[in-house]
């Protein structure tokens, strides 16, 4: 469950009710106080702030509470995340100040002139002499966001916002929201395109599938700059690495495990591919029309029948509930509680479940952790959260600093395993296979990796100076 904190600002009357009698109701209603400042103090009336911890829709129960109270005026109620968002999350800032002429003739005309005639000459020097090389357009156009769906370019922009302040405070990386207004495929990629000159990378995010694979795929053919999306190989990255670390707690071998996994759209074939390039040799992808098997027929779905064409693939049909059985590792990312207990003790022993749906995971964690040998969600109140936040930052920041032509499948695999080794022996546990996304380790070994992948695939065009 979320939880967000308000600020309730209270008039008491002290002759009809005390505080006792506040934080009670608070209680009652589903809320925690966690500090109290009085703003002014009388004989008869007071004015305090009291922050709550609320989980989310409970809040209009809490202010419910208290306005019912006698000797209680709610003068005014802040919520703390849309306090975080006023005017936006992000800025942008000048490197140097501008104080006289000399300073803006450098800057701006008539300096700059000589600046993009340079550029001009050699379009390369556009990565030193421009923000380019250090800038990801975060691009989305409002389709997939969240759990929450379509629900359109604007309502998109505080998550692509937030990005971009993850990009900043962990990697350095100079983000920028684009969210379009158009949900044409053609249209996305030419706008795309054309926006292109200024960035070192472009992130997508929040596009629907199937519209997604073939916006890549494109954008990846016809850009000579990384195109990543998010949603599809970010998610990948981080099952694997987490993966790969479970297999080490319950001691089994990624050669030998049978993999049943649960969604097969755009995070679900990216999952699906990956742990083919990791070395799994018994796939079972499952979507709601049941497995998908090798040599079957999907003419409507081209990933689905890219991966019906690979070996790894089984060929037997069925839904989950028939397929399941005999699994070693079940990975969901598809909708919650389409798992019951009475089908995870079908799995193999020393079973692996990642319930990646969110906020309700497929399986309820609490009966999940109870039989199973290592668990993972989406979600933070649980262990073992896998999280996209550990993935993008140092990717691209690798790809930035070789300035690579794009991201390829060796990159991705080295990221999953350098976020994987980030957790050593001495701490890898069934609560432990993945690591925090403030650990700053994360970032630099990613970024090493990612760098050290471009350069031996040779689509680096830049040796970083500390890999000479």
């Known amino acids: 469950m979320a939880y967000n904190s308000i600020i309730v600002r209270l008039e008491m009357n002290h002759e009809r009710i005390n505080f006792g009698n506040v934080a009670s109701a608070v209680s009652k209603a589903g809320g925690d106080i966690t500090s109290i400042d009085v703003i002014r103090s009388g004989q008869l009336n007071s004015v305090r702030d009291i922050t709550i911890h609320v989980a989310d829709q409970k809040d209009t129960e809490v202010i419910d509470a208290l306005k019912q109270l006698p000797g209680i005026v709610v003068v005014n109620v802040s919520d703390q995340t849309f306090l975080a968002h006023l005017g936006g999350k992000i800025e942008v800032t000048p490197k140097m100040p501008i104080k006289n002429r000399d300073d803006l003739s450098k800057v701006y005309t008539p300096g700059v002139a000589r600046v993009s005639n340079a550029i001009h000459e050699n379009r390369e020097k556009a990565y030193s002499l421009t923000i380019k090389r250090n800038t990801v357009a975060v691009v989305t156009d409002g389709t997939a966001v969240l759990g929450l769906g379509d629900i359109g370019p604007e309502a998109a922009a505080p998550v692509m916002e937030g990005k971009a302040m993850l990009f900043k405070q962990l990697a350095g990386v100079d983000a920028f929201p684009i969210c379009l207004n158009t949900k044409d495929t053609e249209e996305i990629i030419r706008t795309i395109k054309n926006i292109s000159p200024i960035f070192g990378g472009i992130n997508l995010e929040d596009i629907s599938s199937p519209r997604c694979f073939e916006i890549e795929t494109r954008l990846a053919q016809e850009l000579d700059i990384p195109v990543f999306h998010d949603d599809q190989h970010g998610t990948a990255i981080v099952v694997v690495a987490g993966l790969l670390n479970a297999l080490k707690v319950v001691g089994k071998r990624i050669e030998h495990v049978r993999v049943v996994v649960n969604g097969i759209g755009a995070a679900g074939v990216s999952i699906c591919k990956m742990l083919l390039a990791a070395g799994v040799t018994r796939l079972v992808p499952v979507d709601r029309e049941g497995a998908i098997v090798r040599g079957g027929g999907y003419d409507h779905h081209p990933m689905w029948a890219w991966l019906a064409q690979q070996p790894q693939v089984e060929d037997k049909a069925g839904t989950l509930q028939e397929v399941i059985g005999g699994a ?58 896998i999280n996209n936040v550990l993935v ?29 080794a980030v957790v050593t022996a001495e701490e890898r546990n069934e609560q432990y296979i993945i690591p925090s996304i403030f650990n700053e380790q994360v970032v630099a070994k990613v970024r090493r990796a990612v760098v050290e992948a471009a350069i031996l695939t040779g689509v680096a065009r830049r040796i970083p100076p500390d890999f000479r």
Request: glycine share 6%; hydrophobic share 45%.
């Open 328 to 385: 070693d590792v079940f990975i969901g990312v598809s909708r919650g509680n389409v798992l019951s207990a009475a089908d995870v003790e079908q799995m193999a022993s020393d079973r692996i479940v990642f319930a990646m749906a969110n906020p309700t995971p497929e399986i309820d964690p609490e009966e999940a952790m109870k039989i199973v040998r290592v668990f993972a969600t989406g979600r933070s109140d649980y262990p073992n959260q």
């Open 392 to 420: 993008f930052p140092g990717v691209f920041r690798g790809a930035l600093d070789c300035r690579a032509r794009s991201i390829n499948e060796p990159m991705k695999l080295a990221a999953a395993r350098a976020i994987a």
